[in-house]
Nanobody, 124 residues
Framework: QVQVVESGGKLVQTGDSLRLSCIIT????????TGWFRQAPGKEREFLGR????????YIADAVKGRFTISRDTAKNTMYLQMDDLKPEDTAVYYC?????????????????WGQGTQVTVSS
């Protein structure tokens, strides 16, 4: 089994920066990519970006490109989401997810393991 745990969410002000962490442990053999998603109240889960495990290729969704970046520390089994210039519309629960299989994906249904989420609130 694979365990996914996010951390780092908190209340911040507009324009602040925040880094979220995602620790992935357990039977990680076969994990090919991990991604970040968010879900605001009343909205669908939104893909933010992903990083592949073999070559550490990253992809950031257009909606947050230029403000959000993804990185990974393989020694710590940890993925990060660096968020800069935060806006009130970034307020959401942020989720980390891991997937097996060879195809890259921005569809949450294609991810196999999910964390419980961490709340980010951006005040105006």
């Amino acid at each position: 089994q694979v365990q996914v745990v996010e951390s780092g969410g908190k209340l911040v002000q507009t324009g602040d920066s925040l880094r979220l962490s995602c620790i992935i442990t357990g039977s990680t053999a076969g994990i090919t990519a991990t991604g970040w998603f968010r879900q605001a109240p009343g909205k669908e889960r939104e893909f933010l970006g992903r990083i592949t495990w073999s070559r550490e290729n990253t992809y950031i969704a257009d909606a947050v490109k230029g403000r959000f970046t993804i990185s990974r520390d393989t020694a710590k089994n940890t993925m990060y989401l660096q968020m800069d210039d935060l806006k009130p519309e970034d307020t959401a629960v942020y989720y980390c997810a891991a997937k097996r299989g060879i195809s890259a994906s921005d569809n949450p249904n294609n991810y196999d393991y999910w964390g419980q989420g961490t709340q980010v609130t951006v005040s105006s």
